[in-house]
Each structure stands twice: as C-alpha cells, then as structure tokens.
C-alpha cells in the first residue's frame, strides 16, 4: 500500500505524519548545492524519506513548550515554545529578557527546513542502522587488522538538522542528564 504524506498544517492533526510536503522539499533544495540525491528520488521516495525524516525528529528532539493537544500526529504545534529570534530589549538590567512564543497554530520554518535536509540524508545512507564493526572492537583477517571506534558514531539526526533545530529544543540523549534551561 502506498504511502499517503499528510503534512501538519499548525491545526494538531491526527493523521499527520510530516512537517514537509514533496513541494517543501523541492523549494528547500531548490537553492542547496549538494540536492543531486533529492532531485533524483521519485517523489514517492521523497515522501517516504519526509515521513522518516519527521519521525526521527520527534523521536531525537525535546522541543520546548507543550504540545497543543493530546491527541496531535506530531510534536508541533506546540503552546509555550520561546521564539529567540523575538527577543525583546530589557527595560532594566535587573528585569529578565521576555521572549515571545511561536504561534501555537503553526510549524516553525526551521523545522520544515531541518526536516527536507534530514530527507535528503536519508535518501543518501541508512542513518538508523548499526554502524560497520559494532560490538566488535577489533577484527583480523588475512593478517590485517581493523580497530572500531565505538565512540565515533555518525548520528542519527544530521548536524545540519541538529543546527536548524537548536532554537527550539534541544536533542534526546541517553547519556546525559543536563537539560538545557529556559527561562519565560
């Protein structure tokens, strides 16, 4: 059975299962040098790596704010996310800096950005699978010997999508307990 994309509009849509449409992502890579894997997917492969690409995101990301309701597809939209590009100038020093919050009906255009880059990544390499040489921490063959890294992992999130996303939260991490402060 084909896939059916059915992009979040900023309403909390049950069925959603991308924050990204074939046409998001042709305009997104429509001024990207390295777009030769997106423009050579079929835009059936376009869409499966969009829906991917989603869930991963939501599965990798703690974005601030809450969702704005129980029932919604997707992490966004979300209620009480700070907006740093809304940065309000102090009135005294003492007093912190308020921020305005995303609109609660909307999907930030970072997050459709860093969704269509994850989508061409994932169109190029598998980034959920195991890495070459896992559980081993060396192997000979024919007298040559291969050491692994087990710390040098590529993630699954791209750093570029990392990057797009950084404003609004902050990455899921088994191995720490640091949670990044806001202040409203």
């Known amino acids: 059975m084909p896939l059916t994309l059915i992009k979040e509009t900023g309403a909390g849509l049950v069925d959603a299962n991308s924050y ?9 890579h429509d001024g990207h040098l390295y777009a030769s894997a997106w ?10 790596a969009l829906v991917m690409a989603s869930r991963l995101i939501d599965a990798e990301w703690q974005f601030n704010g809450t969702r704005t309701n129980a029932v919604q597809g997707l992490q966004w939209p979300r209620a ?8 309000h100038v ?25 969704t269509c ?49 950084a404003k609004y939260g902050s990455q899921i991490s088994a191995k720490s307990g640091a949670v990044r402060l806001i202040r409203t």
């Open 117 to 165: 880059e994850l989508a061409r990544e994932l169109l190029i390499v598998d980034r959920t699978t195991a890495p070459t040489g896992e559980g081993l921490k060396y192997f000979n063959s024919g007298g040559v010997q291969t050491g692994y890294d087990k710390t040098d992992r590529r993630p699954v999130l791209s750093q570029v999508a990392q990057v797009m996303l």
């Open 80 to 87: 009480k996310c700070p907006e740093p590009d809304n940065v």
């Open 20 to 28: 990204a449409e074939v046409d998001d992502g042709n305009a997104y």
């Open 90 to 114: 102090p009135i005294s020093v003492l007093l912190p800096i308020p921020y305005d919050y995303v609109e609660y009906d909307i999907v930030p255009k970072a997050v459709v950005q860093a």
């Open 39 to 48: 423009t050579a997917a079929t835009d059936a492969q376009k869409a499966v």
